[in-house]
């Protein structure tokens, strides 16, 4: 793995960390839960998960 795999592999990550970061502290979520996305492979796939079942705080809840 070269110095050019590094800093790709960094780039890439903070192109999905730093939205990540900004949704998790939207929804209430501790935004450090994003870096989780640097894992290979399924990061991405968890945080999406955390995510997706969290409650948004503006979501409206319907009833009936």
């Known amino acids: 793995m070269g110095t050019v795999d590094i ?8 192109i999905f960390v730093i939205p990540f970061w900004a949704m998790c502290g939207k929804t209430g979520i501790m935004p450090v839960l994003s870096l989780i996305a640097f894992v290979p492979f399924f990061g991405i796939l968890i945080v999406l998960a955390i995510l997706a079942f969290a409650p948004w705080p503006n979501a409206s809840v319907r009833k009936g």
Do not use: A, P, Q
Request: charged share 0%; no cysteine; net charge neutral.
């Open 7 to 14: 800093i790709s592999f960094l780039i890439m990550g903070l």
